[in-house]
């Protein structure tokens, strides 16, 4: 029998072979009792479940929840939209903590002279090693909704696989649209932390010096220096910590053989590094000045009238959209032809993870499916980064 895309989903994510019938069941079973439901089993006419979902709203509704709240990790899983940077995922923050990755820098030590024992060679002499923690925080605070008209969505299912299909597809509108979004933003994170001047740059003039400076700093990364990252803290990055980052455009004319080379593990030991693309890094525009809000920008798109009212002020240096009142462009997305940095160096912690959820209006006959999630995004600068620029 075919299986709906809530059970594909579902049959992908756990590993083993799930049936809608038994997605059904099971939901009607977590729902108890009060669901005046009459028990289900396999093969059973969907039609008279389909009419008592259609007189009773609320009992429509439980179904929803359960299972929103139930297959909530599958939708998640599933979702068609994915984030080739949800590797970077470190877990959930601490209750009431605040992350901050700490870094030590070496110290370097002096050549043994016994006959030294006054002032700074004193025994007693304090010397405190440098220590950084210096991050670029961005916080990722969503919500998002998805309307189910009760007595009117289920009117056109005859069976089980299109009903299922049909709630698979107005929460997969939900998961999707988030999954996305924090991919750009994640991508955002480090275009600003790069405008900003907190990842070491190197400019090449094509492709073929493109593929040798990301082979250089692969391996480079794993002998402790000083010019692997841009604050000048001695550091090396384990083989299996580095990341390599590259935009689809660049992507596509980057040798095939140097590829399956520089990053196969029985040819290059040394570089088995992880290598990601993405389609593209984002441009960076910030605000070259305090902006007072008007209205005008708001017609035009340049501000979410949500977060920017009329009449509040955002800061210097926040991002901006492009070309908008007091902006100026400070990276060009394009140009970036390949990141290289240490997987600590890119850190997503989630104060909130995805979260389904939903609420019933039972005058109106809807359900509303909400999506909240908040997810602090992190680029720490004393570790190791390496953009290669394209001119």
Known sequence: MPQSKLAKATTEALGHQVTDDQIFKNALDSMGPENNLPGYHAGDNFVP??????????TYFDYLNTIAVKYGLVFIKQSLAQNPLYNFKRGQIPYGGKIESVVFDTISPKVYRPDKITGSESPFAQNFGRVVGKTYTQWFDIESSNTIVDTQDTMFFQNLQQFHDFVYGKVAQLVNGAVLDEFYHTKLTLSKSLADGMIAKTTVDNVKELQKQILYYARRFQYFSRDNNSMGINQATHVSDIEVLVPLKTSIDIDVDFVANAFNPELFKATQVHFTEVDAFPDVWTYSADHVVTSDDIDKGYVDGRVHPVGSTIKKGSIATANATDAEQKLVGDKVGAIVLDRDALQLWD??????????????????????????LMFVQALNSRAIMLK
């Open 49 to 58: 479940y389909g009419q008592s979902f259609l007189n009773n709203p609320e």
């Open 351 to 376: 104060a909130l993870p995805l979260t389904l959820s939903t609420i019933n209006n039972p005058k109106k006959r809807y359900t509303n499916i909400f999506l909240n999630q908040k997810t602090a």
